[in-house]
């Protein structure tokens, strides 16, 4: 048995340099090493030698197995080099040509939107501050006035990691991080990011959006600052020639609370379906920080006064270019992306 298998070896690596081409080649190895292959036959009939042979035997036949399958994978390259210069040398090939462009691809809207957002407060002297998307009950509401089974709870429902750990709701949260971390200096900083929200995905509500919180603390800081950030951001951001209504609102962690609104940039102000035929259209809810607020913050509101604002980032991307559904956004249709 062991003469049958130098044999078969030996005639196999000769064979072997014979094979000029790949069809050869596949031939040559369903002959030894495939599932009828001559030493695959060998190697099964192991169990008609005595039992203190088979030990030594099936040891030298796997040798034998890995050598062949290395020298055909040497063969292999052998004869891949060897048709790439025939071909080369036939003219086949022409490697002065070009290859295939890769289309550039561009930044999201989402993302160009973010950087408006960002050059805009940047001039008026705002730091980027990032905070976590992973939050806790305490930080994104606890901290922020808003304790357990407090009604307004409702509106920011959320997905939960367990009891205590969750998915931001708003960037809101970065509010007291910020505090903590500035703390005694004064504060000028937008807290951009993802937020997630449990509720229904309609044309104007997704299940995750990005907001840009904005944040100042310091002395005498007035409604009135809050009032002129918010004007000079929505006329950079829509255009020069824009109207600005500020009305009264609710948010547990500033007051007073104030949603802003400019005129309809679709109808100008005259009244069309976007606008619900009002002529204005929301885009912040904004505010003084609660007292409250600032001392989880470790300010002293006695000493200290300090504005908030969140405004979205798709929907006022939706009202500058007309796009009528927020799913197509995160939807990944290129002809969408492809128009910004
Ligand atoms: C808030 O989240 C407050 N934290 C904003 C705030 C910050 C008020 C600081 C006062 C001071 P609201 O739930 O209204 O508020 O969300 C703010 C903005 O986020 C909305 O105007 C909208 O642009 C965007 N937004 C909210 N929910 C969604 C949603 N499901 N899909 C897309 N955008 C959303």
């Not at 030298?60 to 004869?79: P, S």
């Not at 951009?192 to 990005?210: D, L, M, N, V, W």
């Not at 069309?272 to 300010?299: D, F």
Request: include cysteine.
């Amino acid at each position: 048995m062991q003469n049958q298998l130098d044999q078969l070896a030996q005639e196999a690596l000769s064979s072997l340099k014979e094979t000029q081409n790949s069809a050869a080649l596949t031939a040559w190895n369903q002959r030894y090493l495939g599932k009828k292959g001559a030493l695959t036959q060998m190697l099964r009939s192991v169990g008609e030698l005595p039992k203190e042979e088979r030990p030594a035997f099936g040891r030298a036949a796997n040798e034998v197995k890995i050598k062949l399958e290395a020298a055909y994978e040497a063969q292999e390259q052998v004869l891949h080099r060897a048709e790439m210069e025939r071909e080369l040398t036939a003219g086949g090939i022409d490697v002065t040509l070009p290859g295939r462009p890769v289309e550039p691809g561009h930044l999201h809207l989402t993302t160009q939107t973010l950087r408006q957002i960002y050059a805009i407060f940047a001039e008026m002297g705002f730091q980027i501050y990032e905070s976590p998307e992973v939050e806790t009950d305490e930080t994104n509401f606890g901290l922020l006035n808003i304790p357990p089974h407090h009604p307004a709870r409702d509106m920011w429902d959320t997905f939960w990691i367990d009891d205590e750990v969750l998915l931001r709701t708003h960037t809101s949260p970065g509010q007291i991080r910020v505090m903590r971390e500035q703390h005694p200096n004064p504060i000028r900083v937008i807290l951009p990011g993802k937020c997630y929200r449990y509720e229904q995905i309609t044309a104007r509500s997704e299940h995750h959006f990005y907001q840009v919180e904005g944040l100042a603390v310091g002395h005498h800081i007035t409604m009135t600052d809050l009032i002129g950030t918010l004007t000079q951001f929505a006329r950079r951001y829509y255009g020069p020639e824009r109207q600005i209504r500020i009305r009264g609102s609710y948010f547990p962690f500033t007051e007073p609370s104030i949603e802003v609104d400019i005129d309809c940039i679709l109808c100008e102000g005259q009244g069309c379906r976007v606008c619900k035929y009002s002529g204005w259209l929301e885009i912040a809810g904004a505010g003084m920080v609660h007292p409250v607020v600032l001392q989880n913050g470790g300010y002293d509101p006695d000493v200290w006064s300090g504005y908030a604002f969140g405004p979205g980032v798709e929907r006022p991307a939706m009202l500058k270019h007309h796009i009528d559904d927020i799913r197509l956004f995160y939807g990944n249709d290129l002809r969408f992306l492809r128009q910004f």
